[in-house]
């Protein structure tokens, strides 16, 4: 378990080593590969399995920030609208003649953009809550995508950027190569750098940060802004996808995306959380969806075998920290 | 208590350790606790478990993907589709998203790739953004075809037409001008803005009121309920309230038509705003009885995905390969043709069928 007090090296003890959030999630990823193999003959298939982590990486992208933002106690529920309204205007500047490579930077600029705002508000305004600040973008971005391309489609891309969400590097699909390199850009980040440490602090107990010196307000513009990249990034790879963009596109991703996040083991409260436990849960709520779509169960009753094992999972991450008080770990 | 539960998860984790260390294996792990809720999951399943790996020729595989759940149009749709396919000795996978959008079609497309199934029929919520996943599947062999729905002419084999779109089109700009006595305002609730088959309907009732005998009716706007009840409801509050003046309205849409009739019957606007369009029988019954919608049009759901699932098993048997000119025997339809239509070939259902008060009583139990 992550530990509340933050000391610089903690000594390694493998009992505390094993009962980790991260080993559950293991265990329930190998039990539901099990699950999946033994229900369809189909599923253990290297190119299958390669071709599934197509269907769910795209929005895999903005659970990274996502989890920096959870753990500084906030949250951004704003993400989806801003992949629209991204998606959007690069479609609709590409049509009215920008090359398409220019128009690939503008969504990921238009993207930054939207999150740069966020933060802004969310530290200028400190009596709203992130929730309530991110309603409000995340209405405004897609009324604006609305407003641009009102009910219509826009696309007709050229071919080559299909290559985003649909190509290959060998056998290994060109966005599960993108998205492990931002893993561990991520993760390093998060783990092995005083800003890193710095997010946990805030996490932990933003007034006392303030009073430490650890500038709250700069780190909290710069996180949301990553967040807005992101998002940025999952708008080229979903509308590579499609081929064609609407401003509907990508609706109901932010909330795919906390769920990913908590159920990788980051805390709602702020202050804990790893990013290995949130990749470990995208290829978990990914594969399981994939595994039970090959026997066809019908898409209403997967959704609510995915909120079981939200729940699951949180009822167990409960249960694991008394398993730590019981084991008598020192904690 | 704790120690119980510390004692199961140790052993729980220690499981997991053999079960990685035999490279995920085939040992039996006697302890994850939601394996049961998802094996009765999917035992909750009303369709019939599709074939591991069919071992005779007879035994292909088809698979329908519908615009959305809720739908009764489109499950009427799929069981017709079920019908012809288990005539003629194949297994049915009915795929419905939760939301009608290409993303999730996308995904389903990408499952039944994974399955190998022998032939995809797809209503598509998007004409184009299908293109890289349909064609993906085509160059694994698997026979496509769309139907009620088009996607576009290089992302399927045919398509499946229920009936002349300028037809369609046509006929209910034609009975709202009966209804409105030729002047005012009208409007469109239609599907979705990326709906294939309502767009190309919509585009014809706009021709059609080109037509000078059109000059005093007024198209004001065309409003989008995405197929989806709720959202059909208020597009239809947002009409009225937007134009008090309003006439007429069509909606050729199953979902639109029928939230529509409920919103004018719940306000008591039964012959101030008239109602036609594409509707199902069992379910605008009430509202053809009350006066709400004097009459509508429709074919046969369950024909149309009859025809779809003869069309994709003489496809998958090689009888024929979707060029014009091909016939193909559609069982209880009689003989049906391929025919080219626009860049794409396409088979064709039948007419428009008018229902009213006269004929609604024999129909509202049919479908």
Redesign the interface.
């Known amino acids: 378990m992550e530990q509340r007090n933050i000391i610089a090296k903690r000594e390694f003890n493998l009992k505390s080593f094993?009962?980790q959030w991260e080993?559950?999630l293991?265990?329930?990823l190998?039990?539901i590969?099990?699950?999946n193999s033994s229900?369809?003959?189909?599923?253990l298939?290297f190119s299958?399995l390669m071709?599934?982590t197509?269907?769910f990486l795209d929005k895999a992208f903005i659970v990274l920030p996502m989890a920096f933002i959870i753990i500084l106690g906030d949250i951004d529920i704003s993400v989806a609208s801003t992949v629209a309204l991204s998606s959007v205007i690069m479609a609709v500047s590409y049509n009215a003649g920008l090359p398409m490579g220019m128009a690939m930077v503008l969504c990921l600029i238009v993207g930054t953009v939207c999150g740069l705002i966020n933060g802004l508000l969310i530290v200028k305004f400190k009596e709203l809550s992130a929730v309530i600040v991110t309603l409000s973008t995340m209405t405004i971005y897609r009324g604006i995508a609305y407003i641009i391309l009102?009910?219509?489609?826009a696309?007709k891309f050229p071919q080559w950027f299909?290559y985003l969400?649909?190509g290959y590097v060998g056998s290994i699909p060109f966005i599960l190569i993108v998205f492990a390199v931002f893993a561990v850009i991520f993760g390093l980040l998060l783990h092995k750098t005083t800003f890193g440490r710095r997010v946990y602090a805030i996490g932990n107990n933003p007034v006392a940060s303030r009073f430490s010196g650890v500038e709250v307000d700069k780190i909290k513009v710069i996180i949301f802004t990553a967040a807005g990249f992101m998002s940025g990034v999952t708008a080229l790879f979903?509308t590579s996808?499609?081929?064609?963009t609407?401003p509907?596109?990508?609706?109901?991703y932010e909330l795919d995306v906390i769920a990913m996040v908590v159920l990788g083991g980051v805390s709602t409260a702020g202050g804990k959380g790893r990013i290995i436990g949130t990749v470990i849960s995208i290829f978990l709520i990914g594969l399981l969806?994939?595994g039970?779509?090959?026997?066809?169960?019908?898409?209403?009753?997967l959704?609510?075998?995915i909120g079981?094992?939200l729940v699951?999972a949180v009822m167990i991450s409960d249960?694991?920290v008394?398993?730590v008080?019981?084991?008598k770990i020192k904690r | 208590m704790?120690?119980v539960?510390?004692l199961i998860?140790?052993l729980?984790?220690v499981?997991?350790l053999l079960?990685?260390c035999g490279g995920?294996g085939t040992e039996d792990?006697s302890e994850?606790?939601?394996?049961p809720?998802?094996?009765d999951?999917?035992k909750?399943?009303?369709?019939p478990?599709?074939e591991?790996?069919p071992d005779s020729g007879e035994g292909k595989q088809y698979a329908i993907i519908v615009k959305s759940?809720g739908n009764p149009f489109m499950e009427k749709m799929a069981d017709g589709f079920k019908e012809a396919v288990s005539e003629l000795g194949g297994e049915t996978?009915?795929?419905?998203?939760?939301?009608p959008?290409?993303?999730?079609q996308?995904?389903?497309i990408?499952?039944l790739?994974?399955?190998?199934v022998d032939g995809i029929a797809i209503s598509a919520n998007?004409p184009?953004?299908l293109?890289?996943a349909l064609q993906?599947a085509m160059n694994d062999g698997i026979n496509v075809v769309s139907l009620d729905s088009a996607v576009n002419a290089e992302s399927r084999t045919t398509h499946i037409q229920q009936a002349d779109p300028e037809r369609i089109g046509r006929v209910q700009v034609q009975a709202i001008h009966e209804m409105i006595d030729g002047e005012g305002e009208i409007a469109i609730l239609s599907a979705t803005?990326?709906a294939t088959n309502q767009n190309e309907w919509i585009e014809w009732m706009k021709e059609e009121l080109e037509d000078p005998k059109y000059e005093n009716i007024e198209l004001v706007k065309i409003a989008?309920g995405d197929d989806l009840r709720d959202k059909s409801v208020s597009e239809t509050e947002g009409l009225l309230q937007s134009y008090p003046n309003l006439k007429g309205i069509i909606s050729p849409t199953t979902v639109g038509i029928a939230a529509a009739a409920k919103v004018l019957t719940d306000k008591g606007l039964e012959g101030k705003v008239q109602l036609t369009g594409l509707g199902l029988p069992s379910e605008m019954a009430e509202y053809i009885e009350n006066g709400v919608c004097q009459w509508m049009y429709l074919w046969n759901p369950i024909d149309l995905g009859y025809l779809a699932g003869c069309a994709i098993d003489a496809l998958a048997k090689g009888e024929i390969s979707g060029e014009a000119g091909d016939t193909f025997s559609a069982g209880r339809l009689g003989d049906r043709e391929v025919v080219e239509v626009g860049d794409g070939t396409e088979i064709m259902l039948g007419d428009p069928f008018k229902f009213d008060i006269d004929n609604i009583g024999e129909w509202k139990d049919v479908y």
């Not at chain 1, 229900?39 to 599923?43: A, F, G, L």
């Not at chain 1, 779509?293 to 209403?300: K, R, T």
């Open positions: 094993f009962f080993w559950m293991v265990l329930i190998i039990v590969n099990i699950v229900i369809s003959s189909h599923y298939n299958g071709d599934a197509m269907t009102e009910d219509q489609a696309g299909s969400g649909w979903l996808k499609m081929g064609s609407r509907n596109v990508a609706i109901g969806r994939y039970l779509g090959l026997i066809n169960v019908p898409s209403q009753v959704l609510i075998i079981l094992l699951f249960l694991n008394n398993t008080k019981a084991g | 704790k120690k539960l510390a998860i140790s729980a984790l499981m997991s079960v990685g995920g792990v994850p606790e939601e394996t809720e998802v094996e999951a999917s909750t399943d009303d369709e478990e599709p591991e790996e759940t996978i009915v795929k419905a998203p939760d939301q959008t290409a993303e999730a996308i995904q389903m990408e499952e790739i994974a399955q190998k998007d184009d953004a293109q890289p993906k803005s990326q989008y």
